[in-house]
């Protein structure tokens, strides 16, 4: 299934930083809908191109790709398309709409929105309105997997109404409080990372289980 295909039902999830084929094999086993790969340098999740290509591969494609980036360089694009396979692009950076469009080159993307009381969503929907979803994130250092959640508050409740369908919501999501965050938008998708790791950059299968047992059973 598509990580962008909107189930009324069914919360779709990404777990998103994996790094080993054991991890990869457990999210398979899982029946999640999309792992993360990051290639962002400074990230402890960081994967080079030719250490993420059999993680990519090793599913079958019975999971989809999801390449993180952030802001990066056409030689960095290259490598990913070249050693990966990658079904859909994820933008943490300052990527402009017509660098999200070029960088995806017709595959599906979304884009990171960093939350805080100077965010205004209305602005950023419209000017990434060709995203297929767009990612609500906290403001951290180093772009995502910092374990910490926004304030949902700052998101207007007649907003999330209209477009939880498009919603990919991240933001320090673990086990104890995704059942809420999604009762609370009822998104697209939800998007792990820190929230199944043991310390910073290492995944646990327990962990993983743990917080896909929660979304299957949480109430929309």
């Not at 694009?77 to 070249?82: A, G, L, P, W």
């Amino acid at each position: 299934m598509s990580l962008f295909q909107y189930d009324p039902q069914q919360t779709r999830i990404k777990i998103c930083g994996l790094t080993t084929p054991i991890h990869v094999q457990t999210a398979l086993e899982l029946q999640i809908d999309a792992i993360g790969l990051v290639f962002y340098p400074p990230s402890s999740r960081y994967l080079d191109p030719v250490q993420a290509a059999p993680l990519s591969k090793q599913h079958q494609g019975q999971l989809q790709n999801v390449a993180l980036v952030v802001d990066a360089s056409n030689e960095l694009i290259e490598r990913i398309n070249k050693e990966c396979s990658i079904d859909i692009w994820q933008f943490h950076g300052n990527e402009t709409p017509q660098r999200c469009q070029a960088i995806s080159h017709g595959k599906p993307w979304m884009k990171a929105a960093r939350i805080d009381e100077k965010f205004r969503i209305e602005d950023f929907c419209l000017q990434y309105r060709d995203a297929s979803a767009w990612l609500l994130d906290a403001v951290v250092e180093g772009y995502g997997g910092g374990g910490k959640t926004f304030n949902w508050d700052l998101i207007p409740e007649t907003w999330i109404r209209e477009n939880a369908h498009r919603v990919v919501l991240s933001g320090g999501l673990n086990s104890h409080n995704v059942a809420e965050a999604i009762e609370y938008f009822r998104p697209l998708a939800v998007d792990v990372s820190s929230g199944v790791e043991i310390s910073k950059g290492k995944k646990d299968p327990d962990l993983m289980k743990n917080f896909v047992m929660q979304v299957r059973h949480s109430k929309r």
